[in-house]
């Protein structure tokens, strides 16, 4: 009983390349958001999506792409990653109010 | 821009004492006003939620006080233990959440 899960949980990657961060959700919560955490920034939305092919941007969309082809994944993809990138994720779904976080993505872009 | 205010950034509080954190926002179509923990290495997790037509919510040792006038919160742990030690988000929003940049809580023994 995972609840939620991602992966990589570490990425070191290059300036240019392109990084996807997968999340898979046991439940079948239908929201799915993506965060990114920066000190000193709390937490910040990337991309949500209210259910399968429905996705919508956040706070801090640029740079990033989702996709929601089936209810339990939502995968996050840096198509050219830049340093600013450079970042811890957490992919989280919703039920009802309450969000559950998955334990995260430390991603360093050098 | 945040629409969510925290602080502090950071506390020290000793064993037994009462740590308090405060939030402001700034849009009255907020509904929902929760309180997340987070240890080291892992995701935020809820600790405790109010909504705007309660004052107060208390669950154990974590109490919320609400205030819609002036668009406040806090999160009030009282008997502070060193488990207690981690970083505190408050967050605020209808559906979607804007988190506060969080409060580092440190318990000495």
């Known amino acids: 009983d995972a609840g939620i899960t991602q992966s990589p949980r570490y990425k070191i990657t290059e300036t240019g390349r392109q990084v996807t961060l997968m999340c898979h959700q046991t439940?079948?919560?239908?929201?799915m958001f993506w965060y990114r955490q920066d000190l000193g920034h709390g937490l910040r939305l990337i991309y949500y999506s209210a259910a399968a092919d429905i996705t919508d941007k956040g706070e801090v969309p640029d740079g990033y792409v989702v996709s929601r082809s089936k209810t339990e994944n939502f995968p996050l993809t840096l198509e050219s990653a830049t340093r600013s990138q450079t970042s811890v994720y957490f992919c989280a779904t919703r039920d009802y109010n309450e969000q559950f976080f998955g334990p995260g993505t430390r991603l360093t872009v050098l | 821009q945040q629409q969510v205010k925290q602080s502090p950034q950071s506390l020290i509080v000793q064993k037994g004492g009462i740590s308090i954190i405060n939030c402001a926002y700034e849009n009255t179509a907020f509904d929902y006003f929760p309180w997340y923990q987070q240890f080291p290495g892992k995701g935020p997790a809820l600790l405790i939620a109010?909504?705007?037509?309660?004052s107060e919510k208390k669950e154990g040792r974590f109490t919320i006080s609400f205030n819609k006038s002036a668009k406040q919160f806090s999160l009030h742990i009282m008997d502070s233990q060193p488990g207690d030690s981690a970083t505190y988000f408050c967050?605020?929003?209808?559906?979607?959440?804007?988190f506060g940049a969080g409060t580092q809580v440190v318990v000495t023994p």
């Open positions: 439940w079948s919560h239908s929201y």
């Open positions: 967050a605020a929003g209808w559906g979607k959440l804007q």
């Open positions: 109010i909504r705007p037509d309660v």
